[in-house]
């Protein structure tokens, strides 16, 4: 990350080219980080979306966007990626679009379809080397439909359909390390909270061609329950107390983009949300504080 | 013009290579396979310039084969079976995207009972997602109505997808003389698409496939496919007369078989319906007054051809190679929603089910058929809807039952 044009935060763009008046909740951590993607990529994009809360972004005669969208359904935004890459791709080879005329394809979907449906759809583009950016806004369940439990959904926490003393009893699928195996050319964690940080990746994943992942970690109030005003609150303790690591995968190396120091203790932002609410109160569950203390600092333990 | 002996399934490789196409998402299935192979030879070897991706899925290739159609390139695919069923959200969405493609469907019963042999429950599922359906009874007419497949797809009045289907194994693995016309007169035919408004390009808000969120605007842009959908007849026709005018093999939404002075009429759709017209050669030959009428459409529904085609029949009998569980044959439906309360309607309309999983119809079942109908005439009784079976298929079939019972008591389970 050395040749970036992004050494401060007065080098990032100084305004949206996403259109506002969107009918995000106030706070929308998954808005924040389209906002800063966009913002760095440019309009000369076509966004390739599948079923979830972006999908409202454009709703009949109104779309934010500057650039060209598309909605597929739940499974298959990078099978869409694949029909529009391979087309623009044709209509270049005929003459009918020009180098300068082309567009960079990106996948915009959140974790329920980037873990679970549509995952088959995306090791196929990556099987294939597809030349695509896919941004996966994770607010960790199916928020679109009221926030019951994805695969994406952390140990604990409390869902739609986890609503018991102990939140949700499976843990956080590891899509990094999905993508990784599948030796794509990018992947990388990012948080909105965290804008130098991001603007840096997506100006490496711009470079880059071949399947690339964004994967941002988007706080959800509504999800999440904390009130809208603490997006950025959150999104930093969940780098702090280590819980989202900041990192990149570039040809076979992983690499820690920032690395909490001194490390705050994950309570700090369990703390924080009402979908952990049940650890604290009525009585503090210590036993199930320090399960997840200990697994990200094993992790932290094991990376560095 | 060349002549060449053909599967259905080398007829439509040639369709699609004929009509040059762009793109072709690719995921296999029997009896589809031949048609991918065939192309893909074509590529490998520079006789075509198209490119193929094969995808992990159906779902995901028809969502390519979609998104590709909405950059402005000429896209073809095709399945069969559990795979158009599994494709079957994304047939949806892609006609509602308002874009030209052509899907082959080599139509082949549904699990389960897991069968490789053909039925039009596969295709008849996907009566109304917006695809335009051209049913085909030869290799030549696979090979035609693929290229007047892309004219109907690509009509600006229509702009829709259109599948086109051919049975499995009776058509895509029966070798038949097919005409093959030259590239030029193909391209005189079938110019290259030009996508119009629809594009991709930067700086440019252009949203495709976008929520609406009440029921107005929803009802309006489905109601506007539809409208669409139903232009499918009148063009065809026009188109059919094109295509005759050039190739002398001149196709309309109708095929009506020696049933201009019939009183008694078969209504059949695809490979099948050769079976049927063979049978009313046979019965012609005994005397009875007989014909075949076989609709080329099934979406749009060819209603007032029909209509016209049967007005004044003593009798109809559909024949139909699907069942609705539930309710019976679909095409009989079909044909009493477009004969009710019409003057001249034929009074008796009789259902048969036959042709399930590849099940023959053999010609003393359409003798049968029609002795069923006659009946039905002289007595003006409407017979109710039967499943062709004979008493020898039933015993063959009990035979299997009690190898499947001693089996299992011969494990040591059941009563
Ligand atoms: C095939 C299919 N199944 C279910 C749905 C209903 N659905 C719409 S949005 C959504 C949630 C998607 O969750 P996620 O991908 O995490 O995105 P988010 O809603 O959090 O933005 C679901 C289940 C659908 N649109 N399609
Ligand atoms: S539910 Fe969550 S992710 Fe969805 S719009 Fe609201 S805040 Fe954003």
Known sequence: MSETTYQRLKDLPAYHILGTGTPMCAGCGGLATLHEVYDILGEKCVIVNAAGCMTLLSVYPCTPFRGSWLYTAMACAPAGAQGVRDGLDILKKKGRLSQEEDLEVVVLTGDGSAYGMGLSATSGAMDRELDFLYLCYDNEGY?????????????????????????????????????????????????????????????????????????????????????????????????????????????????????????????????????????????????????????????????? | MNRKLLTGNGAAAWGARLARIDYLPAFPITPQTEIIETIGNWIDNDALECRMVTMESEHSMLTAAGAAAVTGVRVFTATSSQGLLYATEMLYTVAGWRVPLVLVNVSRGISSPITLEPDHNDVLAMRDCGFLQLHC??????????????????????????????????????????????????????????????????????????????????????????????????????????????????????????????????????????????AVDRLREAGAKVGL????????????????????????????????????????????????GIPGAPPILAGFVGGLGGRNISNEEFFEIHKVVQRGVATGVCPAPQLLYTDEELRALRKMQSVARAAKTNRGGGA
């Open chain 1, 143 to 304: 928020g679109n439909t009221g926030q019951q439990f994805s695969a994406a959904t952390p140990h604990a926490a409390r869902t739609a359909t986890s609503k018991g003393s102990l939140g949700y009893p499976g843990y956080k699928k590891d899509l990094f390390a999905i993508w990784a195996a599948h030796r794509p050319s990018y992947v990388a964690t990012v948080v909105a909270a965290e804008p130098l940080d991001l603007a840096r990746k997506i100006e490496a994943a711009g470079k880059l061609s071949g399947p690339r992942l964004i994967l941002a970690l988007s706080p959800c109030p509504t999800g999440w329950e904390y009130e809208p005003s603490a997006t950025v609150e959150i999104g930093k303790l969940a780098v702090q107390t280590g819980i989202w690591p900041l990192k990149e995968y570039v040809d076979g190396k992983v690499t820690h983009t920032k690395i909490p120091h001194p490390r705050l203790p994950v309570r700090e932002y369990l703390k924080a949300q009402g979908r952990f609410h049940h650890l604290f109160a009525p009585r503090e569950n210590r036993g199930l504080i320090a399960e997840i203390q200990a697994r990200v600092d094993r992790y932290w333990q094991e990376v560095l």
């Open chain 2, 293 to 340: 009428v076989r609709p080329r459409l099934l979406r749009p529904f060819p209603v007032s051809a029909l209509r016209t085609a049967l007005a004044g029949k003593k009798g109809v009998a559909v024949i139909d190679q699907n069942l609705s569980l539930g309710k019976g044959g679909i095409l009989l439906t079909e044909l009493s929603s477009a004969l009710y």
């Open chain 2, 137 to 278: 009874a030869t290799c030549q007419e696979v090979l035609d109505n693929m290229l007047i497949a892309y004219r109907l797809a690509e009509h600006p009045l229509i702009r829709l997808p259109v599948l086109v289907n051919l049975d499995g194994f009776y058509l895509s693995f029966t070798r038949e003389p097919v005409q093959i016309p030259s590239q030029a007169e193909v391209d005189r035919f079938l110019p290259p698409f030009s996508a119009g408004s629809i594009r991709f390009r930067g700086g440019e808000s252009l949203s495709e496939g976008v929520a609406v969120l009440e029921g107005s605007a929803y009802s309006y842009f489905r109601y506007e496919a539809h409208l669409a959908s139903l232009q499918g007849l009148a063009v065809y026709e026009e188109l059919g007369l094109e295509f005759g005018e050039l190739f002398g093999r001149q196709y309309t939404t109708l095929e009506c078989y020696r049933s201009e002075d019939a009183e008694i009429v078969f209504v059949m759709i695809g490979s099948f319906a050769t079976k049927g017209k063979e």
